[in-house]
């Protein structure tokens, strides 16, 4: 009783560790979320802000909504294509509700909030078990950071930037293809894995029937994951998948790009496509700090600094646009997600129990596996007793 007491004692203790954590880390992005919108508002003109709104095209922003309302059905449409290996049977309709709730998400509570999209996929398409979908999200992300980098640095040998002298904008346009460099490399790693994802998989299977008794249901996991991305690498390895998930990719992108193109000229900014490409790279790059509110913050600050120090646009046109511009990328699918979050009754408590179910059934895989070795060792064995 004793001993109940103490390991529950040690058991709370340390929950509350993690929520202490998760309080203070939530704590310390709010701040620097505070002090990114300070550096980013300073000095600002308000007066001449509000005018600026009210002068802007609001028809080419109203129309902007509505492209970054599609590119959630072509994000759809390509999650259907990744999850063919492991879920044929997945439905677009709830693969697009799960993308509009998990944008939500992402625009109320930050990056934090991307794991609401795969978690909510499984809840509501029984066709689809919780490790496909991350699975297929982790390699969504991939395909994404691979064609944006791919996109940057080629664009770098197109776009005019007036506010640098030529060697800064040489510095930039090295980082560029550094960065496009280490893309293909990564890319080739992840082709030659699909090429060789089952003998990888057996390997790391092997392994992990070995590991210490407490460490084996975390082996057993990582080994399905291994095997789930494998499956899918493998597909698109194969040439008919990889071309029509390229093929969402430059759609989805192309998309993005002309909506904020569509937001930047509303407000009078006479931006190309090439000068879009290259403010969407600065703007990503202030997204990708999970602060609350899909980058709060951060992503007004980098978007700010790529139009006004490498474009030359005032600061004072600038910064309304880029209030929009966050406005419009990251919260234009609010309403369809909070549409369907109220009708799908999420329960963590499900998602626990799928993924215990998961969880279950890899390990009796391993099981069998090892049993599967384990007679197959013994039949040699008595083979050459016999010899």
């Not at 600002?44 to 970054?68: F, G, I, N, Q």
């Not at 509700?97 to 809840?123: K, M």
């Not at 064609?147 to 770098?156: G, Q, S, Y």
Request: proline share 4%.
């Amino acid at each position: 009783m004793r001993l109940f007491a103490r390991s529950g004692g040690r058991g709370s203790s340390k929950a509350g560790l993690f929520l202490l954590r998760k309080h203070l880390k939530f704590v310390a992005l709010c701040l620097v979320a505070g002090l990114a919108l300070w550096w980013f508002g300073r000095g600002m003109d308000w007066d001449r802000a509000w005018e600026a709104m009210r002068r802007a095209d609001w028809p080419l922003v109203a129309l902007a909504v509505s492209v970054v309302c599609a590119t959630c059905l072509i994000r759809a449409l390509r999650w259907k294509t990744l999850l063919r290996p492991l879920a044929p049977d997945a439905s677009l309709r709830e693969a697009f509700a799960a993308t509009c709730v998990g944008f939500s998400a992402i625009f109320l509570l930050g990056r934090a909030g991307e794991v609401v999209r795969p978690a909510f996929l499984p809840l509501r398409d029984r066709a689809v078990k919780p490790g496909a979908a991350f699975v297929t999200i982790a390699l969504e992300r991939i395909c994404d950071t691979a064609f944006v980098v791919l996109l940057f640095a080629a664009n770098l040998l197109f776009v005019r930037l007036p506010g640098v002298d030529e060697a800064s904008f040489a510095q930039v346009r090295n980082a560029g293809l550094l960065m496009f460099a280490a893309t293909v490399l990564g890319l080739g790693a992840l082709y030659w894995f699909g090429r060789r994802a089952e003998g990888v998989t057996a390997w790391a299977e092997a392994r992990a029937v070995r590991l210490p008794r407490f460490l084996r249901k975390a082996g057993g996991l990582v080994v399905g994951l291994l095997g789930q991305l494998g499956r899918t690498l493998a597909v698109l390895a194969g040439g008919r998948a990889l071309v029509v998930t390229a093929g969402w990719t430059a759609a989805l992108w192309a998309s993005i790009t002309l909506a904020n193109m569509f937001v930047l000229r509303a407000f009078g900014l006479g931006v190309g496509p090439s000068e879009t490409v290259f403010v969407l790279g600065w703007s990503l790059i202030g997204s990708v700090v999970p602060t609350p509110g899909a980058g709060a913050g951060t992503y007004h600050a980098a978007t700010a600094f790529g139009l006004t120090h490498y474009l030359s646009y005032p600061a004072g046109d600038v910064q309304p646009a880029v209030i929009i511009l966050h406005l419009v990328v990251f919260g234009s699918p609010l309403l369809f997600g909070l549409y369907y979050f109220v009708r799908s009754g999420f329960s963590v408590a499900r998602l626990r129990e799928l993924i215990a179910a998961e969880e279950a059934e890899a390990q009796a895989e391993g099981r069998a596996a090892s049993a599967h070795e384990g007679t197959g060792e013994t039949a040699g064995a008595a083979r050459a007793a016999n010899a």
